[in-house]
């Protein structure tokens, strides 16, 4: 799983060549510009999500701001304590040093665009993406060292009080250990 070399050679990063991956319980990334190609000002993964499917428990990026650019669906997102909606062609700001979690909060399969600035991060969906695919028994475990490596912190005990209050569908996600 890898991104497309974007450049003035090769401008176009199309559906059909672009590679995905599934990273917990169904949730999708979609590995759309790496960000080499912006000199590391940005980077773009697309996350089809399932129905009442629950992106992340609250986590917390120490190194860069996220973006979701809604296409298809109505999501829900938690900033801090702040609970806003969005619908396509909604974007919504996700700053670094903000607990946040989103999730989709309709009864079919919704897509957002993330915008990650500056890039780098986008290599950890790749990365527990490759994880998931080779079945690697103690993913979890991985995906705890996987989220310090990248300057993430994450909440697993916030997974049971989102899926209750969201009417998600995710009471099963695992989560890691807390780093």
Known sequence: MTFINLSL????SRLDETTTGTLIT???ARFVMEGSAADGRFALVEHPIPARGLAAPMHLHTREDEYSFILEGEWGFQLG???VYGKPGDLVYKPRNV???FW???DQP???LEVISPS???HFFVELAELVAAGAPDVMEQLGRLAEQY???LDPASVPGLVATHGLTMSDMPVPAPN
């Open 9 to 12: 050679d090769n401008p176009v």
């Open 99 to 101: 607990w946040h979690t």
């Open 120 to 122: 780098g991060f986008e």
């Open 110 to 112: 919704a897509r957002l």
């Open 104 to 106: 989709n909060a309709t």
């Open 81 to 83: 304590e702040t609970v």
């Open 26 to 28: 169904g949730i999708g």
């Open 151 to 153: 300057g993430l912190q």
